[in-house]
């Protein structure tokens, strides 16, 4: 398994794979520093060419970099779960996407594709969480929740259920979001307030 990220996030996705009992791995960095990382070989991103049919995560925590990452590159994504985290047998877990320790999906919620479910998040039942979103540790979304792509839900953020949060959000830590949020919105409170917007992409 290749990790790309030699970085804090890089070394929680190790342990995820240790704990699942997954041994063979490397990383990968852009800029790396050594010849290993956390025990294990670390390559240059130009060597990635050498590993295509090796499995991969990625471990940026920027959304936006990531889905760019995923945009430049083309091999097999791997998807990491840490066997603490309950996931409903009724959920779908898109590709790439890494769950964390203590996690909780619900039943037939939606979870995209390289998506960060961080720890101790909590995702309940009929969520619809879209590609590249962050949700971060302690976040707890009740049911019928719906997050836009490369949207980000801060440390302790409380989100009611039935709500819509666009895309390229930014949901401030421990706000308590009780009413829909617009695209590119930067949200921070309780109850959250609009208080500025991301640049569009």
Do not use: W
Request: proline share 4%; with cysteine.
């Amino acid at each position: 398994m290749i990790i790309y990220g030699a970085s804090g996030h890089g070394k929680v996705i190790a342990e995820i794979l240790e704990e699942s009992g997954i041994s063979d791995i490397a990383f990968v960095d852009d800029q790396p520093v050594g010849e290993s990382f956390l025990g294990y070989p670390l390559h240059h991103t130009a060597e990635l060419d050498q590993l295509q049919k090796t499995p991969i995560i990625i471990a940026v925590g920027n959304n936006s970099i990531r889905k760019k990452l995923v945009g430049e590159l083309a091999p097999r994504f791997a998807t990491a779960k840490h066997p603490s985290a309950q996931i409903s047998k009724r959920s779908i877990i898109g590709e790439g996407t890494v769950i964390m320790a203590g996690v909780s999906v619900n039943s037939e919620s939606i979870i995209g594709r390289h998506v960060i479910l961080n720890t101790n998040c909590s995702i309940d039942h009929d969520c619809v969480i879209a590609d590249y979103v962050h949700v971060s540790p302690n976040a707890a979304l009740a049911g019928n929740v719906i997050v836009g792509e490369c949207t980000h839900i801060g440390i302790g953020a409380s989100v009611i259920q039935g709500i819509k949060i666009g895309k390229y959000v930014t949901v401030g830590a421990g706000a308590a979001i009780i009413e829909d949020i617009p695209d590119y919105a930067v949200v921070v409170g309780v109850p959250g307030k609009i208080i500025k917007y991301n640049p569009s992409v």
